[in-house]
Structure formats: C-alpha cells, structure tokens
C-alpha cells in the first residue's frame, strides 16, 4: 500500500464534513489531527473521525506526519493561518475566499509563490460537469466567439444563518456578505469562462437582512472582458427561497444556458440538453448542499493526486484571488458611490 498523505482540518463547522468525509474516502489520504478553537466541537469530530483533537492550529507547524492541512475556519483567519502553515512547509487547502479583504490576499499570494509549498482554493464548481462541458465549448471554438455571459445567484439567508456563526454578516471577520462568502463561486466562473478583465462596474446594497448584517446582502455588476465579452451578474441572499444559479453564455454560433442545474444548448431554434442526468454535481453523490455545487470531494481529491506527484495545482493563489478583485472593486465602487 502507498504511504497515506497525512490531513489536518482547521475549523469543525458546516463544511468540516465535506472536507472530513472527502479526506475520510480517499485511501491515499489519512486524517490525523482535526481543530477548533471550541474544544467540545473538535472532541467529537476527532471521535468521529478518528483521529486526535487540538484548539490551537499550531500545534500543525511542528508535526511532522501532516503534510495537507484544510482550512475551514472564518474568512479572516484564511490568510493568517495559511501564511504560517505554508513557511512551515504544509501544502494548504484554503476554503474560500482566499482572504477576508485584498490586501491579505495579497500578502498571501506572495507567500505562497515565495515558498515550495502548494495552495489550493475550494471553487469546486469548476469540477462541476456543466462547468467542465462550458469550458470545453469554449477552448473548442465550436459556436464561435464568446460575445455575453449573465450570471445570477437567488438565494435566502435568513437571522439564524446568520445568528449561528457570529463571524458572519462582519466586515472585519467575514470580510463582505453575498459576494464574498455565497456567489463569489459564480464570478470565479464568469471569471474562468470569460477571461482576463478590463473593467467592472456596479454596485451593493443591504435591504431585507439590514437589522441583521452590516454587509450586503444583494450585488449587481457589469464585467467587461478584454476578448471582447460583456458579463451582467446579479445576487442575492435576500430571495425566499435557494434557487438555482442561473448561467448563460451566448455565443456567435449559439447559447448555452444552464436552468435547474442541466446545460442546454440552442442553436437555430433548436433546444438540447448537453449534460447526462447522473453528472457530478449531482447532490446525492457526495455529502453538501446541493446549490453549493457537489465538487468538493472531485476537487480535494485533485489537489491530494498534485501534491504526491510534485505537479503544480491549478486553482492556486494566482486563480483563487480573481474573483476577490472584482468583488473588492465592487466594494469600492460601492463606497466611492462612483458610477462607471
Ligand atoms: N466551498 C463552499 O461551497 C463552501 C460552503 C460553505 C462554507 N464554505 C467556507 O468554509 C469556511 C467555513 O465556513 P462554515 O460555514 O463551515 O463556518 P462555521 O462558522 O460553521 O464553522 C467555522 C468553524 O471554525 C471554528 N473556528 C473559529 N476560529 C477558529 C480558530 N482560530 N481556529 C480553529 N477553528 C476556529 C469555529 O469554532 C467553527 O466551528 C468559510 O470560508 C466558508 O466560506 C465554503
């Protein structure tokens, strides 16, 4: 048997599941040491999991049998703890956003293209099937060039969201609200889809969930890419319900639009649906909510197969802080109040 990588998970929240039951799955991987700050939360993940417990992170710097350590802390510890644990030579899985603000995500990506060791983000929609088949068409150039893409995010956060993990609804600690934390998994793919960008434009507002948060809970942005495409997104956490993202790229040749989590193709008036019904993101395959996109365990077994052959992954700092660029100019747009 190959010799396992040894895992380290920060943070036994929401996500820590995903993460325990992805590393938990894979025979090459081995889960050694799981923390949280609260220690009745880490105790009982450890049982769990079976692996040992710890309320401070950096009881990782100095062992030597963890090679992979998973963040799933708070967005304003992202940055801090990777910092430390990449110069102490561990590869770091990050949740996202790579940071709280730019400016951390910036220190971070200096480090962590300064240091041997490897960084990855969690945008597991990338691994998503429909994704994955949108990336295809595009690098195929079988419906031409790219001209329009809209991107929209519906979903419902409501008081106990954000009530049950205080770090939330924060400008210090979480760093912003629908952009930041829920639909910046739709601007990375915008993002990936289109290309490098030229300009953004648009703005923030907090509505419905203002007595609750002090950051916004609904965003609007125009993306001008330099290939020529033009990008409109809208989002929220202030809808009733968690509806399916919705995604179209129009193309010269043809649209394609994802609807109810299947991509369909029209061209010349005729409608077909491209993805089989069984495809990855499917929420029955793997533990975690369907509208998070179900790639986790697709991606985190990714990044463990990079890090044992030496191979460079490729959702790392230089992708994982694109999104967080457009999403800071749109803070700051929106602080400005300047109209572009
Ligand atoms: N990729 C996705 O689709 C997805 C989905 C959900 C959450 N996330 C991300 O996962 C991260 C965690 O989110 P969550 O919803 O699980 O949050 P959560 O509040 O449910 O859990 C965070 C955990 O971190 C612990 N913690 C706080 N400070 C700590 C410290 N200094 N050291 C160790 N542990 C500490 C808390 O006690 C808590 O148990 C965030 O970055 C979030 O954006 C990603």
Known sequence: MREQTGAAIVGCGTIFPVHAGAVSRMEAAGLKLVVDTDGRKAEQAAAEYGCEAATDYRAILEREDIQVV???????????????????????????????????AE????????????????????YNAISQKIREVIDSGALGKLLGMKGIVTWHRGRDYYAGSPWRGRWETEGGGVLINQAIHTLDLLQWFGGEITSVQGNVTTGILADTIEVEDTA?????????AWAIFYATN???????????LVFEAGTLYQRDDHLYLKQNGAETRLDEPASSYNANTVP???????SHELLISDFYDHVREGRKFWID???????????????????TQELR
């Open 317 to 335: 700092e230089a992708e994982g802080i694109k999104s967080l660029r457009i999403i800071s100019e749109l803070y700051r747009l929106s602080k």
């Open 288 to 294: 975690g909510k369907a509208y998070w996109g179900g």
């Open 107 to 126: 220190r971070l990506l200096k480090t962590a293209q300064d240091t041997p060791a490897q960084l990855g983000i969690v945008f597991q929609n990338r």
């Open 70 to 104: 998973h963040l799933c802390t708070p967005h304003h510890l992202h940055a801090e703890m990777a910092v430390a644990l990449l110069q102490a030579g561990k590869h770091v899985l990050c949740e996202k956003p790579m940071a709280h603000n730019l400016q951390a």
């Open 238 to 248: 202030a809808y009733v319900t968690n509806s399916p993202v919705e995604l179209e």
């Open 220 to 228: 609007h942005a125009g993306i001008a890419f330099k290939d020529g």
